[in-house]
DNA sequence: CCTGAGCGT
């Protein structure tokens, strides 16, 4: 029996609506200036004594940080965010100026240079948490009456 | 020890 091995075509089934999917008119990714508040988590937050420093090294510590950013002004206070269970850092960290000036300098000083081998980024701080909300209770921290 | 975007015990 002589089997002819005809040359299997690749018979690939190709659909006809492919041609279509990219001409069609769609709307352009702009978002809206009607945009939604989680629109103003991704925007670079206004200036700001306190700046978050990203990019950071594991082995980048707060004296290491505040040493840095100590350079181009008054840093009131540094620190750099550290696990609490395993106590290394995360790799990133803040840094507080005195004075806004200071922090603008700080971050034209600071940001897109190298901090112990890593390329860091240094910009405002976004608003944080208010501090301690006080109790509105009824209950009095100082001891109630 | 650290593999890598991010917004703080």
Redesign the pocket.
């Known amino acids: 029996m002589a089997m002819a091995l005809r040359t299997a075509v690749a018979a690939a089934a190709a659909p006809r609506g492919f041609r279509r999917l990219f001409s069609t008119t769609f709307t352009p990714p702009f978002n809206p200036p009607s945009a939604s508040v989680a629109a103003q988590q991704r925007e670079k937050?206004e200036p700001s004594t306190?700046l978050?420093v990203?990019?950071?090294?594991?082995r980048t510590t707060t004296e290491k940080l505040h040493e840095a950013f100590s350079q181009f002004g008054e840093v009131v206070?540094a620190?750099v965010?550290?696990?609490?269970v395993?106590g290394?850092?995360?790799?990133?960290g803040?840094v507080r100026y005195a004075t806004l000036e200071d922090a603008a300098k700080g971050i034209e000083g600071m940001d897109g240079k190298f901090l112990d081998g890593?390329v860091i980024f240094a910009?405002y701080?976004?608003p944080?948490q208010p501090p301690t909300p006080p109790e509105n209770n009824m209950y009095t921290p100082y001891g109630h009456q």
Not at 81 to 84: A, E, I, L, M
Not at 88 to 92: A, E, N
């Open positions: 937050a306190n978050f990203s990019g950071l090294s594991k206070h620190k965010v550290t696990d609490r395993s290394y850092s995360k790799g990133f803040f890593w910009e701080a976004r944080r």
